[in-house]
């Protein structure tokens, strides 16, 4: 994985500051950095070995006058480079940054047909001084960020991460009031193309820019998931959702160094793991797990089962600590948000303990929002039984619900009225999930607490074959007789421990956060007065977080958020 930069501007001034602005992410690759000036355009690049750890594969890379910064994989890279060598195409690397060049030189006439050509999670720019044109790119679901910053009149700056931004003459960070509205009532960040900051924008997944030499700027969509689904698949089998994900996962598992996963305990991460048991036929697997010390929510003894069903397991737990106000600041810096919730903080000590061992780790991203493994899914199934009046299978499903402890029905029940004003049923809720709400704020997570850390993550539910096809099965095969992840639970059939197959509850990376506030309530306080006269927080917010700290309310993800945005605020002393 990497860190890209790229400036574009007449001024010496702010081209000069490639280097300062490229190093800013040398932790997203600590291994190689490289330069390139060329007229107007400068570019930086900070790398991490994965694929060819030798040098040529460093980058900016060229090819017959096309420059690029690369940030990613390419799954399909030897596929794609047997093809360009068959019709005539040279290689001089091993690596997928070449293939990607190749590819452009071959396919760029058409952007959108050159991307679709593409398999795996990417975010790119490419220089062609033949055309005198840049093309920036994202892939389909925004697992690698990219971002862009006009200053200047007619400069443009891209960057992985935001904080790259800071070093450019004149950067004054002034805060989003619409995005900070959307984080403190909803813990929502880098909503479409908008992020936290005034006037920094992301390049929305699926889409790219192109900018020529008139320096007009152009945002396309090249990849629509929406109008990939239109249909339902109407003959589907559990066999196939099982064959896809051996395929995506075989391919995540391409790399020139070590490989380990995520390891929860839920269906997830366990296919991930005793799938990679049966393709390295019982090789050492690395697994990292969150642990709490509170029994009742500790996924120990699940990972126990895996590790007795998979012996190869070399397993590392990790027990998140009451120093959380001291990660907070390095939390925020690196995440370039407020953090929504403490959760963060497990998944950064997963990544920070993943960091001595391995290089690239993979995790279950995506597949609750695929499957509908979220509880909110049992309202959307709710909903769609109601207008389709189908009143014999709602009493039933209901009924399943009822009998479910680990299902709130009042919380359900709260769903499925929202989704019945929405008129939206699985399908839509997963594609909202997907592509609007859940996904990318967690991939922006991902990317970031493993990245903070040097780990490249990999997420082979979001192999878009893979998504596509289930985005597309019929909701009874999702959400169904009170059970989430229906054809996932089939599909993992003698694969993993049934006990794990056949799970009810839902954990995820838990962290204690309201025996935090009672350890550490006066560095709740002090932020909170923070925020409080610094931020300009809503009326709704501000008596809520008032009513929790003097009592008269119980403990609120509310009061963190708004911490958190203190801390953001600080950090990049936006106004």
Not at 540 to 554: E, H, M, P, R, Y
Request: proline share 4%; net charge neutral; aromatic share 12%.
């Amino acid at each position: 994985m990497c860190g890209i930069s790229v400036i574009i501007s007449k001024d010496v001034n702010y081209r000069d500051r490639i280097e300062e602005m490229t190093e800013i992410v040398k932790h997203r690759g600590p291994d190689a950095s490289g330069y390139m000036y060329s007229g107007d355009v400068a570019m930086g690049h900070r790398r991490l070995k994965i694929i060819d750890l030798s040098s040529n594969a460093n980058q900016p890379m060229e090819l017959s006058g096309v420059w690029i910064v690369f940030n990613g994989e390419l799954y399909n890279y030897l596929e794609l480079r047997e093809y360009l060598i068959e019709i005539g195409h040279r290689f001089e690397t091993d690596s997928d940054t070449e293939v990607l060049l190749h590819a452009y030189t071959e396919f760029g006439h058409d952007i959108g047909y050159f991307l679709n050509k593409l398999r795996g999670m990417f975010a790119f720019v490419i220089y062609d001084e033949n055309k005198k044109r840049i093309v920036a790119a994202r892939d389909r679901f925004g697992i690698k960020p990219i971002y862009y910053y006009a200053f200047d009149g007619d400069g443009v700056a891209f960057a992985s991460e935001i904080k790259q931004f800071t070093v450019l003459p004149g950067w004054k960070p002034k805060i989003n009031e619409e995005s900070k509205i959307n984080f403190l009532t909803g813990g929502t960040i880098d909503t479409d193309i908008h992020t936290m900051f005034l006037d920094v924008y992301q390049i929305p997944p699926g889409c790219y820019i192109t900018i020529t030499q008139d320096k007009s700027v152009r945002i396309k969509r090249w990849y629509d998931l929406r109008r990939r689904v239109t249909n339902t698949i109407d003959k589907s089998t559990f066999l196939t959702i099982q064959w896809l994900l051996k395929c995506s996962i075989e391919q995540h598992l391409q790399s020139d160094v070590p490989v380990g996963s995520c390891l929860s305990g839920g269906i997830d991460s366990t296919s991930i793991v005793c799938m990679i048991n049966r393709l390295r036929k019982g090789q050492k697997i690395l697994t990292v797990t969150n642990r709490t010390s509170q029994e009742k929510i500790d996924e120990g003894k699940w990972v126990d089962i895996v590790q007795q069903y998979c012996p190869s397991i070399d397993r590392h737990d990790v027990w998140p600590g009451e120093d959380i106000f001291k990660v907070l600041p390095q939390l925020v810096y690196h995440q370039d948000s407020p953090i929504p919730t403490s959760s963060m903080y497990a998944q950064w000590c997963v990544f920070q303990e993943a960091s001595k061992h391995v290089k690239v780790m993979l995790d279950g991203q995506g597949a609750d929002e695929m499957f509908g493994g979220y509880h909110m899914f049992h309202g959307a199934r709710l909903a769609d039984l109601i207008q389709h009046a189908r009143v014999v299978a709602l009493l039933r499903e209901y009924w399943k619900l009822f009998r479910d402890p680990y299902v709130d029905t009042n919380f359900v029940t709260k769903c499925a009225i929202g989704n019945l004003r929405g008129s939206c049923g699985v399908r839509e809720y997963s594609l909202k999930q997907i592509t609007q709400t859940s996904l990318p704020a967690l991939l922006h997570w991902e990317d970031r607490n493993s990245m903070a850390h040097s780990v490249e993550a990999r997420v082979p539910f979001l192999d878009h074959f893979l998504v596509e096809y289930t985005v597309a099965l019929p909701d009874h095969l999702k959400v169904s007789n009170g059970t989430t992840k229906v054809i996932l639970r089939e599909a993992m059939k003698d694969i993993i421990p049934e006990e794990i197959r056949t799970r009810r509850d839902k954990i995820g990376f838990f962290t204690p956060e309201q025996h935090w506030f009672e350890q550490y309530e006066q560095e709740f306080r002090d932020l909170f007065m923070y925020a409080r006269f610094r931020a300009g927080l809503p009326n709704s917010i501000d008596s809520q977080c008032v009513d929790i700290l003097s009592g008269q309310k119980k403990y609120s993800p509310v009061l963190w958020r708004v911490i958190s945005y203190a801390e953001f605020m600080k950090q990049f002393k936006v106004v």
